[in-house]
């Protein structure tokens, strides 16, 4: 299978942790999104990159929130000093550039904070 | 953020019926596109419809867009059990900076009873 990955699937850690997430996206596409979604929500838009450059990130995203796409490969997303409040799944989606390329999600990575 | 607001919330049917699902948007597209999420795991891609087109079909989907109403709707015939699931519509908006991104409505979750 070669669509998107996500590590780990889920992440139970107590707050005031860090937590990092890892993104595998598909190899030809050179957009990564990260998206998060809360219980009964649709997908809220966190950040974007085109190979290795990050072009938006939501200003819903607190200074604790950072992502990273080195040589416009696999991504990470990190969240420092978690709070109960970052408790959602964490997805992310790859696509080629262009806006009729549909994304291609993975299956998430769900975050509890206790 | 979310742009989209759907309508129903939430879709009771027996397995045959159709089924529909409403989109309204509020600022100018390039596209919108349907998606559809099984409990607990990533996001599918459907279909996309163009801000010039008005109607798309694929299978037993139907889509139709109303860019002067900024609404859609998404018709799927004949349910079956399996497409029991959250349907999420998205616009593919046009950043003034030039960046781009997909932004998701709340999603309608439909139930199909076999």
């Known amino acids: 299978d070669t669509g998107v990955s996500q590590d780990p699937r889920h992440k139970i850690t107590k707050r005031g942790q860090n937590v990092t997430f890892r993104c595998d996206p598909i190899s030809e596409h050179n957009r990564l999104y990260w998206y998060r979604q809360t219980l009964g929500q649709g997908p809220e838009f966190l950040t974007y990159?085109?190979?290795?450059?990050?072009?938006?990130k939501s200003r819903l995203l607190s200074d604790r929130f950072s992502a990273e796409r080195p040589k416009g490969s696999f991504s990470t997303l990190e969240i420092q000093r978690t709070e109960q409040g970052d408790s959602a799944m964490y997805l992310c989606a790859s696509s080629l550039k262009g806006a009729n390329s549909p994304l291609h999600f993975g299956n998430g990575t769900r975050l509890t904070v206790t | 953020s979310q742009q989209g607001e759907e309508d129903p919330q939430a879709l009771s049917i027996q397995e045959g019926e159709n089924a529909t699902m409403n989109c309204s948007y509020k600022t100018s597209i390039n596209n919108l596109q349907w998606y559809r999420q099984n409990s607990g795991r990533g996001l599918v891609h459907l279909i996309l419809?163009?801000?010039?087109?008005r109607e798309k079909h694929s299978g037993r989907l139907r889509v139709t867009l109303d860019t002067s109403k900024k609404s859609s709707s998404l018709l799927i015939t004949a349910s079956r059990a399996a497409d029991t699931a959250s349907y999420f519509c998205a616009t593919y908006q046009l950043h003034r900076e030039g960046t781009d991104k997909l932004i998701f409505g709340t999603g309608t979750r439909l139930q199909v009873f076999p």
């Open positions: 990159f085109q190979n290795e450059a990050q072009l938006e």
């Open positions: 419809i163009r801000s010039n087109e």
